[in-house]
């Protein structure tokens, strides 16, 4: 069967947020065969590894990441994805300029939850040259957003017969 819920999640290189995002998002439908997940870069290069620190992050939390390489948003990955979930305001931005034609498919990765000392709709940080900690704060804030993104995601969209 194939999944009724195509998630796609965007940063900018799609080699540290929307990796881990796409990863931890895995693991939480995990055993759901309605969900697929990927992940892409508005200013991605084809192909690459995504980010050590991403890897070990994901695989501490028990989730895969394995055979991953990043890739750049392209018209047919938007067009397949029911769902998605930019990783800041400024990605969504890029989206909506680029491809306004879906642009009713695009949300912020924390649209549906109050990230404590900033609100709903944080962006989700860059990590990039930040050290360890840094990406340890990105997991921490998708931990957050992911079952929200899933009740959401639930909660709107008809369930197959």
Same mark, same amino acid.
């Given at each position: 069967?194939?999944?009724?819920?195509?998630?796609?999640?965007?940063?900018?290189?799609?080699?540290?947020?929307?990796? #881990?995002?796409?990863?931890?998002?895995?693991?939480?439908?995990?055993?759901?065969?309605?969900?697929?997940?990927?992940?892409?870069?508005?200013?991605?290069?084809?192909?690459?590894?995504?980010?050590?620190?991403?890897?070990?992050?994901?695989?501490?939390?028990?989730?895969?990441?394995?055979?991953?390489?990043?890739?750049?948003?392209?018209?047919?990955?938007?067009?397949?994805?029911?769902?998605?979930?930019?990783?800041?305001?400024?990605?969504?931005?890029?989206?909506?300029?680029?491809?306004?034609?879906?642009?009713?498919?695009?949300?912020?990765?924390?649209?549906?939850?109050?990230? $404590?000392?900033?609100?709903?709709?944080?962006?989700?940080?860059?990590?990039?040259? #930040?050290?360890?900690?840094?990406?340890?704060?990105?997991?921490?804030?998708?931990? #957050?957003?992911?079952?929200?993104?899933?009740?959401?995601?639930?909660?709107?969209?008809?369930?197959? $017969?």
């Amino acid at each position: 069967m194939t999944a009724t819920k195509r998630v796609l999640f965007i940063c900018t290189g799609n080699t540290c947020r929307s990796p #881990m995002a796409e990863a931890l998002f895995r693991k939480a439908v995990e055993g759901r065969n309605d969900y697929s997940v990927r992940s892409a870069g508005v200013a991605a290069s084809k192909n690459c590894s995504c980010s050590r620190e991403t890897a070990e992050i994901v695989e501490k939390r028990n989730a895969s990441i394995e055979g991953f390489k990043s890739s750049p948003v392209a018209e047919t990955l938007l067009e397949e994805a029911t769902h998605v979930f930019t990783m800041t305001r400024g990605h969504m931005a890029v989206l909506e300029d680029l491809f306004p034609e879906f642009s009713d498919k695009y949300y912020l990765a924390c649209e549906f939850v109050d990230i $404590p000392g900033q609100g709903l709709g944080a962006d989700v940080p860059d990590p990039i040259g #930040m050290g360890r900690g840094a990406y340890e704060d990105v997991a921490k804030v998708l931990e #957050m957003a992911i079952p929200a993104i899933v009740s959401y995601i639930d909660q709107t969209t008809p369930r197959e $017969p």
